[in-house]
């Protein structure tokens, strides 16, 4: 009988956990699910940045040999392609290949379900309109107007890149939103970073704005 008794309980523990283990993986499966078409979406759209920037950066690169290569496009020269090339990979391919990370990784570290999948949508769309007219304004040769950083190549539309930060909005209000629904009592580090940068990121981005307004304005 003592024996038996000694079993038990250590019977029911692993009982316990396999149910919770269980249970885990078929919770974690649903919040990946929920999460599938929003992230795959910005993913997508972050590939195609990075094929865009790729392609001017080789034509950027041909460019340096062969200064006469697309000579008769204006829209192809190397002062206008390599700041062309810059914004697409940075704002493109980095930033929304981060959000689409970072929207799967506050999911399943909150363990929230994304009811809404395409309420994420306006915000990717704001944020590829307002990118892709600063990369034709900076390939039309309207940087002199519209530029906003002081640097030529790692700049943005200055005007355009307000689009850019109203589907930035979207995005990380649904990253506050997912923290408040959260169901776990204990927070990770990671998702305090998480929180921190789609709050961070529009702080910078509107201290930036208001320090370049009286270059912009001697410039004018």
């Known amino acids: 009988m003592s024996a038996v008794a000694e079993t038990e309980p250590t019977t029911t523990t692993s009982a316990r956990a396999a149910t919770n283990t269980a249970a ?3 919770e974690r499966a649903q919040i990946d699910a929920s999460a599938r078409t929003p992230v795959l979406v910005f993913f ?3 590939l195609a940045w990075l094929l865009i920037a ?10 340096l040999s062969s200064p006469g290569f697309f000579a008769d496009a204006p829209q192809l020269s190397y002062g206008r392609v390599v700041p062309a090339a810059n914004i697409a990979f940075n704002y493109g391919w980095a930033s929304l290949a981060g959000m689409g990370v970072a929207l799967w990784l506050m999911a399943r570290l909150c363990r929230v379900q994304i009811r809404i999948p395409r309420s994420w949508w306006p915000g990717r769309c704001f944020w590829n309109v307002g990118l892709f007219l600063g990369v034709i304004g900076v390939l039309s040769g309207w940087s002199r107007t519209f530029w906003q950083h002081r640097s030529r190549e790692h700049g943005a539309s200055a005007r355009l890149v307000w689009i850019m930060f109203v589907g930035y909005l979207f995005v990380g209000t649904w990253g506050a939103i997912i923290y408040r629904m959260r169901k776990t009592t204990t927070v990770f580090i990671s998702v305090w970073y998480l929180l921190g940068a789609f709050f961070w990121f529009p702080w910078l981005f509107v201290t930036l704005q208001l320090a370049d307004l009286p270059c912009r ?4």
Do not use: L
């Not at 790729?54 to 460019?63: G, H, S």
């Not at 304005?217 to 004018?220: A, D, H, L």
């Open 24 to 26: 885990w993986d078929v």
């Open 44 to 46: 997508f759209s972050a």
């Open 54 to 63: 790729t392609i001017y950066n080789f034509i950027a690169t041909i460019k």
């Open 217 to 220: 304005k001697c410039r004018g």
